[in-house]
């Protein structure tokens, strides 16, 4: 509700409100066909209510019991997992309030999490093969799917075979890994064509590809605006990460010489990162080369800075640095000393570059961090996890409070935090 206790139902071009016509009379409706999610149900006019509510329509996946020693990992495993269902409909969705899509990213994390609240796969492997029967002129996927709208965010694209990977591995079932395999070499290719000089620039000069990687500054680009032309580290380790997980399904599905070609072009591009990004005297990678445009999330009372925490935590987890290296890097990631902390969706890749590179070291620090992160919206009256750390005040008011994608701290908790 906003400050003075009314539901917002207009936001900006959105308008959530419902309008019912009657005569006079008494009147039972039922709206089977109306998909609502909200935590309030507020009614102006001149009318007399005798019932109303709405009907729960839950996904039926029975939750693997969980018990923890501290109350406040509890509290967040179990609003996390609530999260989690309230975003599951046909397909994991981004929000039941806003948008209701099924992004590849937002899914991404969502199957991960499935997997470990549930055990359940056949919900997640639907999904996967919604995605491998797109089916664009350019090779990638919509910004969702199904989706007419012709916009992409090429970065969401190179999270396909990942997330394809790892359904794979945690189900042992590799016959997705087949079905889809056109379309996940399909993606890769678009990317080959473009590289220049080793590496990837970013898609500019065309308002249907959207630079976007995170809700922060540098990482945002521009939707559905041309973005001057840019070479960016986070869409090449994303590179290097899909092709280095598409090598490994190769394997698993005995095609020998695309995974030898996939990790060899991987192995290249890692180089290539490296000595295009890497900043011996700060110790850290650079978000993109000095003569990129990046576009800003907003109006920077300083020069924007050169390092951000998300590229430098993809350039650990897709092995762009020696190992001493990563571990300077990582440092920095857990010191705060770098610029623009990872947002909510994108704190799962930052947990899991600390973990890949020293977990007894780092494994206290992830549960601390989800506890003060996770914690404070709890704190704030939190009963579902939210698109980013501001709630319902970002983007102008549009601020989801239930995202699937925030529901990752299950994945860190069933493996680190201490068992009743």
Known sequence: MDDAGNVPARIGTRNFSVRMIGDGRRHAFTGYMRRLGCRYLQVKGDCEIERIGLIPVCYPGKEIPHRFESHLHQRIYDTAVRTLRLCMFEHYEDTPWREQCFYVMDSRNQMLCGYEAFGEFRFARAGLALFGRDRREDGLLNICVP????????????????????????????????????????????????????????????????????????????CGKAQGPATELMLNAAFSLSLQRLSSLARKLSRKWDAERFASAADKLNRRIREVFFDPSAGAFRTATADSSVPLMYDAQTSPSAFAVLPNAFAVLCGACEPEEARAVCEKLASGALAYPATLSMLAFVYDALLQTDEKKYREYVLAEIGRVWGSMLDRGATSFWETILGEKDFSGAGSLCHGWSAIPILYLSKYARRK
């Open 147 to 222: 989706s007419r709208e012709d916009l992409v965010i090429p970065f969401f694209s190179l999270m396909y075979p990942v997330a394809v990977e790892e359904y794979c591995r945690h189900s042992g079932d590799l016959s997705i890994a087949e079905e889809v395999y056109r379309k996940m070499c399909e993606i890769e290719e678009v990317f080959f064509a473009r590289m220049r000089d080793g590496l990837v620039p970013s898609f500019a000069d065309d308002k249907r590809y959207w630079n976007f990687y995170e809700w922060n500054d540098t990482l945002c680009g521009r």
